[in-house]
């Protein structure tokens, strides 16, 4: 039986240091080979894709957390938060000092200054992120987008503001989790439409693609990870996983450096 897999990139494909375990590399050519067919979905955003990925064996492309999806070039899907909000939202960052970045599928808008205080916190972040800087930086645009598929804000402790504070502000249309990748920023959340992730993002894929649910396999790691392994009609959490998203997985894998996903695969079968 064919499978849908959608895997999660950063802790479940990609390390911190944005390379890929040859281990990883090895199983998903197994599982390419074999005839199943390999999602991207993932927080990240389409201009934030290393190119190189697409030589892993991945067919398709769902992003910013399940509000985007590409296929062949083509959108399956694009849920945007409006330009309004984006607009309402800058006015409340700008009175408290959060900075923010607002992705589309095809460029960064970030707030003066959040690139150089995101990836600048620390040496060892400059050193881990300049793959990423080097990818990303053609497609940062000055200026807010006319619509967003996700945010991403920083939280300064002078605000004496939490992620709950702003997400109540924002409304119940959002919902903002922690950011799914560690750079050395504290208080950093994720803005997303409450109505999409990854766990929707994986229904319709799967439904264009016509595969029922139970033909599905899910690999992640991180809170945005959470409704896409619950989701799947196999979930599975790498050993390096949130607590959350190991306690809705059907079967735990090793961590990314210990052959976390080649293991994940072999133990649903795919190889």
């Not at 060892?124 to 990818?135: K, L, P, T």
């Not at 619509?147 to 804000?153: E, L, Q």
């Not at 939280?155 to 992620?163: A, E, H, K, M, V």
């Not at 702003?166 to 919902?175: F, H, K, M, S, T």
């Amino acid at each position: 039986m064919k499978r849908l897999v959608f895997l999660d990139l950063d802790g479940t494909v990609v390390t911190q240091h944005q390379t890929v375990p040859d281990s990883a590399r090895a199983a998903l050519k197994q599982v390419h080979d074999n005839g199943h067919t390999l999602w991207i979905c993932t927080g990240r955003s389409a201009p934030e894709i290393y190119p190189w990925l697409w030589d892993l064996g991945f067919q398709g492309f769902i992003g910013a957390n399940g509000a985007h999806a590409r296929l062949n070039g083509e959108d399956l899907f694009d849920h945007r938060l409006s330009k309004e909000f984006i607009e309402e939202s800058e006015a409340y960052f700008r009175e408290h000092g959060i900075m923010s970045l607002w992705q589309t599928p095809d460029a960064l808008h970030p707030a003066e200054g959040f690139m150089e205080m995101f990836f600048q916190s620390t040496p060892e972040a400059v050193e881990r992120w300049g793959a990423y800087i080097d990818q990303v930086t053609p497609y940062v645009k000055k200026g807010l987008p006319e619509g967003s598929s996700k945010g991403m804000i920083t939280i300064p402790p002078t605000s004496g503001l939490t992620i709950e504070d702003v997400n109540e502000y924002l409304g119940p249309q959002i919902l903002i989790i922690p950011a799914s990748v560690d750079t050395g920023v504290a208080n950093t959340g994720e803005v997303m439409l409450s109505a999409y992730n990854k766990g929707t993002g994986l229904k319709e894929v799967a439904e264009v693609l016509g595969f029922p649910i139970e033909q599905t396999v899910a690999v992640g790691d991180e809170l945005n990870d959470l409704q896409m392994v619950a989701t799947a009609g196999m979930g599975i959490a790498m050993g390096n996983a949130v607590p959350e998203v190991k306690a809705v997985a059907d079967f735990v894998s090793t961590q990314i450096e210990e052959d976390g996903l080649a293991n994940a695969l072999k133990h649903a079968g795919l190889y």
